[in-house]
Each structure stands twice: as C-alpha cells, then as structure tokens.
C-alpha cells in the first residue's frame, strides 16, 4: 500500500493553464506538506497544514493554493501556469508538526510548463 | 533562513571504495535529517541525529552530528551500487520550529 499517494505523476501543459495535483495519505497523520525541487534538485518547501489548517506558507505566488478537505487529503492548485513552475511538487506527511519527526514523501509530480 | 551547504555537490566513485559527504551551516540545529532520494522517486529518511557529537550506524552507513550542532558528516563504507542517489541533510532549527530546512543534496554514483 502506498502511504503517501500524488496524482497525477506527469503533467505537461501549456502556459496560462490552470491544473491540481492531488495527495493523499493513508497513514493517519496529522500534518502535510507540498515540497517544490527544482531543476537543480533543491527540496523547498511551500505550504504545510495540521489538521486541515494552513501553519507554513512560504513565499509562494498566490497562483498556488492548497486545500486540504481532510486531514488525509492535501490538494494542489496552481492558476495561471507560467514556465518557471516547471518542477517537481511532492507531497509528504508527518504524524504531527513537531521537528524531528520522520517526513514520508509521495513520488513526485513532475510538472512541465511549455 | 538557514542555510545547508553539503559537498560535494557530485561524487562518482568504483564499487568498493569508501566516502564522506558533508553537511555544514553556520547556523545550531536542534536535530538533523539525512534522506536518501532515487530517481524518479520521493526522499526517504536515513536518519535523526539530535544530540551534539552523535554518530549513528545504519549497516554500511556512519552519521555523525557535530558537537557544536551545526554541522553532520555522513560516511560509507565498501559503497555498492544500491547506494546510487542523491544524499540530502535536512536542519530543523531551535526548539519549538518545525520547518525543516534542506540542503542542495550530493548526487552519489556508484560504478560496478
């Protein structure tokens, strides 16, 4: 069974698109994270939720907008796509928000902007 | 923000051989993370160290956490193919943070 579980795992799309990714866990964490790596592959993260709430918001385009339904679910939403958000966004949770604890990511989506 | 820088950024060593990649900041960490991430695929933790002057062993794996806490070494002996990936320290600063902080990572080939 997959623990950390992101859809879709390729997307190639066209600028000015609007598209989700998808996440979900079936570890009954509390927290859960989106990661950006660039090309450069430097892990950076973006936003982070406890219990469905938004605790990390790092200095992010507004373009980008997360919704976590669930504490299971943490969704991707990205407007107006531009060339420089080609990347790949992992999801990950943890079982709570405190430091230490271990991340477990998803397998990446791979997004490419043309 | 606190940076990590690890080096060497790129190491392509024989099957057998041994090394050391690095992790150094100017900043205290209250613990340290190493992942390991495969292509194509998502980080996957190696180790925590918490404690100045730690060192941990994972089979063919040594990590030591500096005693000053701002800096971590991870050695491997014997590297065999399987080790192939690229290697990230992660900082979680000061008590009460819970924003880990990753470095660039070394991207480690092991030639059969």
Known sequence: ?114 | TQLLEQSPQFLSIQEGENLTVYCNSSSVFSSLQWYRQEPGEGPVLLVTVVTGGEVKKLKRLTFQFGDARKDSSLHITAAQPGDTGLYLCAGLSGAGSYQLTFGKGTKLSVIP
Request: with cysteine.
């Open chain 1, 1 to 114: 069974d997959t623990a950390v579980s992101q859809t879709p795992k390729y997307l190639v799309t066209q600028m000015g698109n609007d598209k989700s990714i998808k996440c979900e866990q079936n570890l009954g964490h509390d927290t859960m994270y989106w990661y950006k790596q660039d090309s450069k592959k430097f892990l950076k993260i973006m936003f982070s939720y406890n219990n469905k709430e938004l605790i990390i918001n790092e200095t992010v385009p507004n373009r980008f907008s997360p919704k976590s339904p669930d504490k299971a679910h943490l969704n991707l939403h990205i407007n107006s796509l531009e060339l420089g958000d080609s990347a790949v966004y992992f999801c990950a949770s943890s079982q709570d928000f405190r430091g230490g604890n271990t991340i477990y990511f998803g397998e990446g989506s791979w997004l490419t902007v043309v």
